[in-house]
């Protein structure tokens, strides 16, 4: 039984650049930091920092939750990542978005009144 997200992984060519970078737009430092894998608690959910693999914005598409997407969206885009996907409603008032960090992997942001927090396991 699939029980839900738990990590989003990110390969990073230059981890020390990425540990500084996620640290600002994270706004914190990670849990788990090893020359092989760095771990960041985010609402419950990890995002990992992986070292010496290839970045891309193909592939799994994960969605970080955020309250007012417009404004993380620029705050992103000041801390040096760039535009791949501009702010869009989808219906329902959701709200998604993604950029590219600074080291080629797809970021991407999703604003969700319909979420239901109390229903994480």
Do not use: C
Request: proline share 9%; net charge negative; charged share 15%.
């Amino acid at each position: 039984m699939i029980l839900g997200l738990r990590t989003a992984i990110y390969p990073v060519p230059d981890l020390n650049a990425a540990k500084h970078w996620y640290s600002q737009v994270l706004g914190q430092e990670p849990y788990f930091d090893q020359p092989f894998y760095v771990g960041y608690n985010v609402g419950g959910f990890e995002l990992g920092l992986l070292p010496g693999a290839q970045p891309a914005t193909a592939g799994p598409q994960p969605l970080w939750g955020v309250t007012d997407i417009e404004a993380e969206y620029a705050r992103l885009l000041e801390l040096g990542a760039s535009t791949l996907e501009p702010v869009t409603e989808v219906g329902e008032g959701i709200k998604v978005a993604a950029v590219q960090d600074p080291f080629g992997n797809r970021f991407g942001l999703i604003q969700n009144p319909l979420f239901d927090l109390k229903s994480m396991r």
